[in-house]
Nanobody, 119 residues
Framework: QVQLVESGGGLVQAGDSLRLSCAASGRTFNMWRVGWFRQAPGKEREFVAR????????LYADSVKGRFTISRDNAKNTVYLQMNSLKPEDTAVYYCAKGVLGKSEYDVWGQGTQVTVSS
């Protein structure tokens, strides 16, 4: 059974950096697309970034482009989200999710990690 566990969240000040990790179980990790999403209080969950199984293709939401970088280490079954120049509006619970092969959906989600950015 595939499981995803996020870590690395915390309380930081505007302009600081954080690196989130998404550790996965499963022997076919390098075949999965992995996405990062976030949900702020009172708002719907939104897409942040995604990376292909090989790591060769990435996509970012406009709101984080140029500040966040998604990467993966398939030898460690881990996907990272490096977040620089954090803003108060980046405050949210961040989730990683496993993509369904050949489809746009995500079928396994982690429990989330809280990121709080103070001004």
């Amino acid at each position: 059974q595939v499981q995803l566990v996020e870590s690395g969240g915390g309380l930081v000040q505007a302009g600081d950096s954080l690196r989130l990790s998404c550790a996965a179980s499963g022997r076919t990790f390098n075949m999965w697309r992995v996405g990062w999403f976030r949900q702020a209080p009172g708002k719907e969950r939104e897409f942040v970034a995604r990376i292909s199984g090989s790591g060769g293709a990435t996509l970012y939401a406009d709101s984080v482009k140029g500040r966040f970088t998604i990467s993966r280490d398939n030898a460690k079954n881990t996907v990272y989200l490096q977040m620089n120049s954090l803003k108060p509006e980046d405050t949210a619970v961040y989730y990683c999710a496993k993509g369904v092969l050949g489809k746009s959906e995500y079928d396994v989600w982690g429990q989330g990690t809280q990121v709080t950015v103070s001004s």
